[in-house]
């Protein structure tokens, strides 16, 4: 991937990162997350990037944004272009890529399943591609036994031999071993790291995995910051976002990252299944797991075996309140689903398994369709267009094409806004389309 940075993503940085190397925590005056979210949204609602804030005439628009975060504040850190270009030359000699939300580059993983949780700039080293191919993350506990990381390691060589990748954390332990299974039987890792990015992708041993397109690592934080707890809880979703299917394979209970990352799963963000381990003394917390909802790993021997775990497909949770509602089926063109055994379930009552996928909504169908012809735009074309060729009103259009660019379907272009379809890219920079960065980095 190449390392030019996109307008959008400069301005995102200044905005976002601390710029200066070892620093373990960022400056008290770079935007939070949950500043940058609602600036992000902010701008958006206005048709406006982040990169428009760079622009010689965006006084006015710091102003407007007043309302949100000081001005004052909002220019110094966007004053800050000397320690970017430091940071930058810095990351260029150890082979960090940075993309932001706003950049095509981005995974389309993160952004379609995480949205406006998706972290606003991923600083990374190796194949980016790999980051959107799915696969197996297994997770759990640093402190484990030879015996668990026996175990795991053989998880991620049976992850190897049936194509898919393996995506896991980075840390000692169970994730350490599940990635050095995978890489040793010929198969591609994804690491997602809390911390320590720029040391892991100097490290000797990940070298010529990286420029060999087997392993790639990502962090949503600064590459030289160092460990931090915050840090480390926060990435777990990164982790099931990009997965097809979870497995883990030991937890505390009722505390850890891995605990509370399998919870938010099981409880309210459900993007893919979770299993935990099922043989041998599983412990407290994957037994807690289990009566949350997790699915007993089926210990598949085979490559074959393996793909049967990769069927089965979690649908959204129902908002009933005092419900904890269940419903997989299984992912065919038919779209089949089936009942789990009750003997799989935990026995407590509150645990209601549904043997039918939530129905298609009107409005979901319409959609669907819109998605559909907007993706085969080849030519760029502005909100008013669309409004007019859908016979719909403006603001319906643009909600529409906001959705589309959240999910990566659209790219956003700038000076004038217009939109594109990002499956076109390739033939329309072909016939000198220039790029607008993408989406406002919502």
Request: proline share 6%.
């Amino acid at each position: 991937m190449s390392m030019s940075l996109s307008p959008n993503t400069q301005a995102i940085l200044l905005l976002t990162a601390p710029l200066i190397a070892g620093r373990d925590e960022p400056s008290s005056d770079v935007l939070t997350p949950g500043e940058y979210k609602r600036l992000a949204r902010f701008l958006r609602d206005k048709q406006r990037q982040p990169a428009d804030l760079l622009a010689p005439d965006a006084r006015g628009l710091l102003g407007e944004c007043q309302q949100l975060i000081d001005s004052d504040r909002l220019e110094s850190l966007l004053a800050r272009g000397f320690l970017l270009s430091q940071a930058i030359e810095r990351w260029q000699t150890r082979a960090i890529w940075v993309v932001s939300r706003a950049d095509a580059e981005y995974p389309r993983r993160l952004k379609t399943r995480l949205k406006d949780d998706a972290p606003p700039v991923l600083c990374g080293c190796g194949d980016a591609a790999i980051l959107d191919t799915g696969g197996l993350a297994v997770v759990g506990s640093r402190h484990v036994d030879d015996a668990l990381v026996e175990y795991t390691e053989g998880i991620g060589r049976l992850t190897a031999k049936a194509r898919r990748t393996l995506v896991s954390g980075g840390a000692r332990g169970i994730d350490q071993a599940a990635m050095r299974g995978a890489l040793e039987a010929g198969g591609k890792v994804a690491g997602v790291l809390a911390d320590s990015l720029e040391r892991a992708a100097l490290n000797r041993e990940h070298r010529n995995l990286l420029m060999d397109g087997r392993l790639v690592l990502i962090s949503p934080y600064d590459p030289s910051a160092g460990f931090n707890v915050g840090h480390a809880m926060q990435r777990n979703k990164l982790i099931y976002a990009l997965a097809d299917a979870a497995l883990v394979v030991s937890s505390d209970y009722e505390k850890g990252g891995t605990w509370a990352g399998a919870v938010e799963q099981l409880e309210k963000l459900r993007l893919v299944p979770v299993y935990v381990r099922s043989s041998g003394g599983t412990g407290k917390g994957p037994d807690a797991l289990r009566r949350k909802g997790a699915l007993p790993w089926p210990n598949p021997e085979t490559p074959e075996a393996l793909a049967e775990a990769f069927a089965v497909e979690v649908s959204p949770k129902k908002d009933a309140p005092g419900q904890n509602e269940l419903s997989f089926s299984v992912r065919d063109e038919s779209r089949q689903t089936y009942e789990i055994p009750r003997s799989s379930l935990p026995s407590d009552d509150s645990l209601a398994p549904q043997s039918l996928e939530s129905p298609l909504t009107p409005a979901d169908a319409l959609f669907a369709k819109v998605r559909e012809l907007l993706e085969k735009t080849t030519t760029p074309t502005t909100d008013a267009e669309v409004a007019t060729d859908l016979q719909v009103s403006k603001s319906q259009a643009k909600e529409w094409l906001r959705r589309l660019v959240d999910e990566g379907v659209l790219e956003k272009l700038s000076r004038p806004v217009r939109y594109r379809s990002v499956s076109s890219q390739a033939s329309l920079f072909d016939r000198g389309e220039g790029r607008g960065g993408g989406d406002s980095g919502a």
